[in-house]
């Protein structure tokens, strides 16, 4: 770990996470048992600024050592969907029966997200940041919403079933 002015990087096992963590009252140092946040006299907006931070690490030192994983699983009724990974990309073809595919963003590289279709139908999202691996199964998630149709009938689509570790 190494605290770089109001960088903080954290790194094990080829897993690298840098945060910058800046305001004029709330610090990041280093302590004896690890990383401290420290904040002299604090009020109410100091001390939530705090507590986020410290969740922060907490969130950067887990998914260094373990690593966050979310599941998602496609769903269909009558149209067999196919999901294919392609690049920075997932193609989901034939939802609903549509022609054109529709496509999911993966905004980070494979090695900071990595992003796997298993059975044709589940879809494992890993990675060490918390925040990139969740906004990569949303982006997963959202591109297959249906408009202008009852969303309780129409049932298709991608979702996130569990959120482990």
Request: aromatic letters at 8%.
């Amino acid at each position: 770990m190494s605290i770089d002015g109001y960088n903080v990087t954290l790194s094990n096992d080829g897993n690298t996470i840098s945060r910058e963590f800046r305001h004029p009252k709330v610090s990041v140092r280093e302590s004896e048992g690890g990383v401290e946040v420290f904040c002299d006299l604090p009020r109410r907006s100091e001390k939530a600024i705090a507590g986020t931070w410290a969740a922060h690490l907490r969130n950067m030192v887990k998914g260094v050592e373990e690593g966050f994983e979310y599941k998602l699983q496609a769903v269909y009724s009558h149209f067999p969907m196919t999901l294919k990974v392609e690049g920075n990309r997932m193609v989901i073809n034939n939802l609903f029966g549509e022609k054109v595919p529709r496509v999911a963003k993966l905004p980070w590289t494979p090695s900071e997200v990595e992003v796997s279709v298993e059975n044709k139908t589940d879809v494992t999202v890993r990675g060490a940041d918390r925040e990139k691996v969740g906004q990569t199964a949303a982006n997963i998630e959202r591109s297959c919403k249906i408009k202008k149709r009852d969303r309780r009938v129409f049932q298709d689509g991608i979702y996130i079933v569990s959120k482990g570790a």
